[in-house]
């Protein structure tokens, strides 16, 4: 139980397009979702809490016109990088929370030439 | 500020022997702690939780420590096994119910097990 899916698994775009990142939970219901980030030998880092039914809660430093999220269903959230520069290439993760415990999705290797 | 500390980049341990990975958190509002393992391009799998009411919690062969009067914690893994080997993050949160709070991770020990 408690499976976690991300769409796509990869993407390569050209700077100044936009890139939609599928999460899902599979087998549970889930309020809230958090997006993360890690940059190469560094940690995950927290972007924003996604909350179904509501706007997401951007951590300090993330640009929300930049990285949109959207909670539309208790099972899927969506994280749309808008007009992506090379600088946002990075390994994007989701997690879906259940009671106090967040799984994570499979992660989602973004990159901008 | 680094609020969750791992101290030590990478470990070794010698196959059936016991791993300790340590961690040290500044925050005291963090109640609930966890472990994750993980490999690259991976996202993190979850291993084991302790909440701040216990001070140890055990899963097979995985068991957790909290100190949290120096704010210290370690996951002790026995036997370590090859399939063992990978990056494992200590994670923290506010609040130990409702999992409404965002993680705050440590930079991961890469746990290497020796044959």
């Known amino acids: 139980g408690a499976v976690v899916s991300q769409h796509p698994s990869r993407v390569i775009c050209k700077s100044g397009t936009s890139v939609k990142i599928e999460c899902r939970s599979l087998?549970?219901?889930?309020?809230?979702m958090f997006w993360y980030r890690q940059f190469p030998k560094q940690s995950l880092m927290l972007m924003a809490t996604?909350?179904?039914?509501?706007?997401?809660?951007?951590e300090q430093g993330v640009e929300k016109d930049k990285f949109l999220i959207n909670h539309a269903s208790l099972t899927l959230s969506t994280l749309t990088v808008t007009s992506a520069h090379p600088e946002d290439s990075s390994f994007y993760i989701c997690?879906?929370?259940?009671?106090?415990?967040?799984?994570f999705g499979p992660g989602t290797r973004l990159l901008v030439l | 500020d680094q609020q969750v500390k791992q101290n030590s980049p990478s470990l070794s341990v010698q196959e059936g022997r016991i791993s300790i990975l340590n961690c040290d958190y500044t925050?005291?509002?963090?109640?609930?702690f966890l472990w994750y393992k993980k490999y690259p391009a991976e996202g993190p799998t979850f291993l084991i939780s302790?909440?701040?009411?216990?001070d140890k919690n055990e899963d097979g062969r995985f068991t957790v420590f909290l100190n949290k009067s120096a704010k210290h914690l370690s996951l002790h893994i026995v036997p370590s096994q090859p399939g063992d080997s990978a990056v494992y993050f200590c994670?923290?949160?506010?609040?130990?119910?409702?999992?409404?709070?965002?993680?705050?991770f440590g930079k991961g020990t890469h746990l290497i097990i020796q044959p």
């Open positions: 302790i909440s701040s009411i216990k």
């Open positions: 925050n005291s509002m963090f109640d609930y």
């Open positions: 087998d549970f219901q889930a309020t809230t």
């Open positions: 994670a923290a949160s506010p609040y130990s119910g409702g999992g409404a709070d965002g993680l705050t």
């Open positions: 997690s879906a929370a259940q009671e106090e415990t967040q799984y």
């Open positions: 996604s909350n179904e039914g509501s706007k997401a809660t951007y």
